[in-house]
């Protein structure tokens, strides 16, 4: 069966530090990856997705990006964070032709001081 | 743009009554549905969906109603618990190639009372 690792849970990182989050998928071979941001009690806002290694769609400009170096493995970075990069980050796999649902991991809440 | 929205921000009930979670979409091509569940601190889970070519559709103690006509979606848990206690999001998908590009709504908080 297929299932999503994130890490870490919780990160708490000053302003102008640069953050690092990983996704692996495992169970599956060419997953497209998802990268979703929830402010606290918002709905889910999609802030990158890939189709292949390599290959990275962002849906909105931001301070934050995305690489995909192998095939199950999907990586949020930033260079410098800012305050309003605060809030939980989930890595999600799906969404297939015909299988358009996703699967979440377990999120990471990342406090920018 | 197009946007996914939630009727009741909160819900209270008693254990043991039946729920109904409501959502409005306005994406008139939105062609399949998700119903997620997401408890505190933790990512969300898939509950059940629909494809836009259905009224209805039931899983275990979860039925989820598609009304294309006003372009409305609703959840309904029977014999609600207490550890369904969490909020619950619909999301739509936009058809064509958008693949898990999925529109959630803001969600609806249930709590269930023992």
């Known amino acids: 069966s297929q299932t999503i690792h994130q890490w870490p849970a919780t990160l708490v990182q000053p302003v102008g530090s640069p953050l690092s989050l990983e996704c692996t998928v495992e169970g599956t071979s060419n997953p497209n990856l998802y990268w979703y941001r929830q402010a606290a009690g918002r709905g889910l806002q999609l802030l990158f997705y890939s189709v292949g290694i390599g290959q990275i769609s962002s849906e909105v400009p931001q301070n934050l990006s995305a690489s995909r170096p192998q095939d199950r493995q999907f990586i949020l970075s930033s260079k410098k964070l800012l305050l309003s990069d605060s809030g939980f980050y989930l890595c999600?796999?799906?969404?297939?032709?015909?299988?358009?649902?996703?699967?979440f991991g377990s999120g990471t809440q990342l406090s920018v001081l | 743009g197009e946007s996914v929205g939630l009727h009741l921000p909160t819900l209270s009930v008693q254990e043991g009554d039946n729920s109904i979670i409501n959502c409005a979409y306005s994406n008139s091509a939105s062609d399949y549905f998700i119903w997620y569940k997401q408890e505190s601190g933790k990512g969300p889970q898939f509950i059940i969906d629909i494809r836009s070519n259905m009224d209805k559709r039931q899983g275990q103690r979860v039925t989820v109603l598609l009304n294309k006509t006003v372009k409305h979606l609703s959840l309904q848990i029977a014999a609600t618990q207490p550890g369904d206690s969490a909020v619950y999001f619909c999301?739509?998908?936009?058809?064509?190639?958008?693949?898990?590009?999925?529109?959630f709504g803001q969600g609806t908080i249930l709590t269930v009372h023992p």
């Open positions: 999600a796999w799906g969404g297939d032709r015909g299988e358009e649902k996703l699967f």
């Open positions: 999301a739509e998908h936009a058809g064509g190639t958008s693949y898990g590009k999925l529109t």
